[in-house]
């Protein structure tokens, strides 16, 4: 679903929508009307706007990167907007959050966030509860997707089985879990803390039934900046219990994303991750991968990550 608009006509409503690419079969017709339902069944809980802090630059600009490659690390501009409250942002339909039900592994399909390099791939969380205390071990391969003697040279070559050594760097992200305020966890890393808010949970019955999750999918926002300078950093995360989903499921977190503000804050700048043909760790326990740094730094364990 590329567009949709609606008129209603002697009480009956039409609604004309637009597809990025020839619906040629039934089937396709099918997947494309439920995504058109989903859209706009999304669309219709939209939040009356928010009465923001400061104004953005543009709303919604068509082009907020300003002409500039999608390689380049940008902090796309705010304007005079300040970090928004976890209540402004949280989805009305969001079920109660259980911190359970949320630690464990996530697949990060989408992000913006100027920390992390867009030539790079298979970012994987991995969240363990200890108490209050959540241990958020972040790994990324780079660069991602690679050809074998053409990207990363200075890397220093390939295990026997193939597998290249030094291009998986990890990060302990380290998060406290406010028992007061769910779905919101106080975040340290790269030298600053922030908070991390859940602003959206799916349960999708087949992803349950793949790895045993109930919380399938979420949104995550993290901003940080101040009444005198504005905001200087956001950070929003698709996150999937699977690698790899269905592009309706990634069109949906889009969509909702949209509906909840996010806009103006970075949504409307996203790079989608790249997944097929990843390997990730085994485990990010310390006894399997080593030290686990607070800043990100290539895995040196296991040749160099290789066999981990």
Not at 220 to 237: A, V
């Amino acid at each position: 679903l590329v567009s949709a608009s609606c008129l209603t006509v002697n009480g009956d409503l039409l609604v004309t929508a637009v597809s990025a690419a020839p619906l040629v079969n039934r089937s396709h017709l099918e997947t494309f009307s439920d995504s058109m339902i989903g859209s706009l069944t999304i669309a219709a809980t939209q939040k009356k706007p928010l009465s923001r802090k400061g104004t953005p630059p543009v709303d919604n600009p068509l082009d907020p990167r300003g002409g500039l490659p999608w390689y380049y690390l940008l902090e796309t501009p705010k304007g005079t907007l300040q970090c928004p409250e976890y209540e402004e942002l949280k989805s009305y339909s969001m079920p109660a959050f259980d911190v359970d039900k949320y630690v464990g592994v996530w697949y990060e399909l989408a992000f913006h966030d100027i920390t992390q390099c867009n030539g790079c791939g298979c970012t994987q969380f991995n969240m363990t509860r200890h108490g209050n205390v959540i241990e958020d071990m972040f790994t990324v391969t780079c660069p991602w997707p690679w050809t074998k003697g053409v990207d990363g040279p200075w890397l220093p070559g390939y295990n026997v089985n193939g597998n290249r050594r030094m291009n998986m760097w990890t990060c302990n992200m380290t998060m406290y879990y406010k028992p007061q305020n769910p779905g919101v966890m106080l975040e340290t890393g790269f030298g600053q803390e922030f908070d991390n808010m859940v602003l959206e949970i799916w349960s999708d019955p087949e992803i349950t039934a793949q790895t045993g999750y109930e919380y399938t999918r979420s949104i995550q926002f993290q901003c940080l900046g101040s009444e005198r300078d504005g905001i200087t950093f956001t950070g929003i995360n698709f996150l999937s219990r699977v690698p790899i989903v269905e592009p309706s499921m990634i069109q949906e977190m889009f969509v909702r994303a949209r509906a909840l503000g996010l806009e103006p804050y970075g949504s409307n700048d996203m790079h989608i991750v790249e997944h097929a043909g990843c390997r990730y760790p085994q485990s990010t326990d310390k006894s399997w991968m080593g030290d686990r740094p607070e800043w990100p730094f290539p895995v040196v364990a296991g040749d160099f990550g290789a066999q981990l």
